[in-house]
């Protein structure tokens, strides 16, 4: 497999670090790292982005992580392994990346169970870090970018 083309972040000028700067952002708004990690790896695997799936099981391991926790991800619900909170988070993550699939987007029971884990910077940090993923995962699989061990680089 090759890539159609380098990845737009890395040939216009300014993206890749406007993008990181807006997941440093998100970094540091209090989410504990592990939800983000879990949030960016469930996007990726919604949305076919195996580069954002490598990366960031790879940062989550890195966390000292379980593995079965990175396995059981597609599963999270029927999975023993995740918080109450990373649940909500979870979901939200679900409804914000599947926005077609229902005609309310992010329905009010999900938002709420997430609002009762994450105070407003939180909730503002988590949205912007699926509105990230979502991002990386259009341009990855758009421009059909491979991943391997140079993502070992990023995380």
């Known amino acids: 497999m ?14 890749l670090e406007a993008i990181l700067s807006l997941n ?12 983000l990690e879990l949030v960016h790896m469930r996007v990726g695997q919604i949305n076919g982005c195996a580069v954002c799936v490598d990366m960031h ?14 396995w059981s991800l597609t599963v999270w619900r029927e999975a023993p392994y995740y918080t109450e909170a990373e649940r909500a988070a979870l979901a939200l993550a679900e409804s914000a990346t599947r926005m077609c699939d229902r005609t309310n987007a992010v329905p009010d029971d999900v938002w709420k169970e997430a609002s009762r884990h994450f105070n407003e910077t939180q909730l503002a940090a988590l ?10 995962n259009r341009l990855n699989a758009t421009t059909r970018q491979i991943s391997g061990e140079w ?3 990023y995380v």
Do not use: C, H, Q, W
């Open 151 to 153: 993502v070992e680089k």
């Open 127 to 136: 949205v912007m870090a699926i509105g990230v993923a979502n991002l990386f």
């Open 2 to 15: 090759e890539p159609r083309m380098k990845s737009p972040v890395l040939t216009l000028p300014g993206t």
């Open 24 to 35: 440093k952002a998100t970094e540091e708004a209090g989410v504990p790292r592990a939800t």
């Open 57 to 70: 099981a790879r940062a989550f391991k890195r966390l000292g992580e379980s593995d079965a926790r990175s």
